[in-house]
């Protein structure tokens, strides 16, 4: 059984700060990928990142790095100089191999990035 | 290119009655899968539809069914609707040949049932 938790529900920061968000997974699978996803109030869940079990690069894009450690089970999200924009819900989520595998979400991590 | 596309946006029921949603896939996109997000929770599987048969299913009642068309678009069905089906209803389409799993969503459905 596959199972994402993402312990922190709210965080509040100040314009600015930076933020990390946690998200450890459990999967019994070799193989598999893990994602962020951006749900703003309209509620559209707005793809971020994938990332599959083989590559434990970090990547940075712009103000967004991801930080991948398979030794803990653990994909987390920072976001450098935080923006009012950046408010939203943000859920992390794990799929098994297959080409159409479904994807198990956490319960979500809401930011709000306070002026 | 369009991406995917849900109706209706908002829906209100009553307890006992019918509904069906619909999704568009995004162009390209042959796989169609269906979530439903509670308040306050992460999206939940529901089922999957590809090459118009349900590929894989969630942990959702019988009264959750849906069907996929051969334009690769697709209906869920919701019978006998209860106070606890109210959520948003979300699409996602991939295309079965991307072995990465990546999903495109729509922008839901608000189902509240009264």
């Known amino acids: 059984a596959q199972k994402v938790t993402q312990a922190q529900t709210e965080i509040s920061v100040v314009e600015k700060e930076d933020v990390t968000l946690d998200c450890v997974y459990e999967?019994?699978?070799?193989?598999?990928?893990l994602f962020w996803y951006k749900q703003p109030p309209s509620g559209e869940l707005v793809f971020l990142i994938r990332?599959?079990?083989?590559?434990?690069q970090n990547e940075i894009s712009g103000r967004y790095s991801w930080n991948f450690q398979k030794s803990t089970s653990s994909f987390n999200f920072t976001i450098t100089a935080s923006q009012v924009v950046d408010s939203a819900v943000y859920f992390c989520?794990?799929?098994?191999?297959?080409?159409?595998?479904?994807?198990?979400f956490g319960k979500g991590i809401t930011l709000s990035v306070r002026p | 290119d369009a991406g995917v596309t849900q109706s209706p946006t908002h829906l209100i029921k009553t307890r006992g009655q019918q509904v069906t949603l619909r999704c568009s896939p995004k162009?390209?996109?042959?796989?169609v899968s269906w979530y439903q997000q509670a308040l306050g929770q992460g999206p939940q599987f529901i089922f999957q539809?590809?090459?118009?048969?349900?590929?894989q299913r969630g942990n959702f009642p019988d009264r959750f069914s849906g069907h996929q068309f051969p334009n690769y678009s697709s209906e869920l069905n919701v019978n006998a609707l209860l106070l606890g089906d109210s959520a948003l209803y979300l699409c996602?389409?991939?295309?079965?040949?991307?072995?990465?799993?990546?999903?495109?969503f729509g922008p839901g459905t608000r189902l509240t049932v009264t």
């Open positions: 996602a389409s991939s295309f079965s040949r991307l072995g990465s799993g990546e999903q495109y």
């Open positions: 989520a794990l799929s098994g191999p297959g080409a159409n595998s479904k994807l198990t």
């Open positions: 999967t019994r699978d070799t193989t598999y990928y």
């Open positions: 162009s390209g996109h042959d796989t």
């Open positions: 990332r599959n079990s083989f590559d434990e």
């Open positions: 539809y590809y090459e118009e048969e349900e590929r």
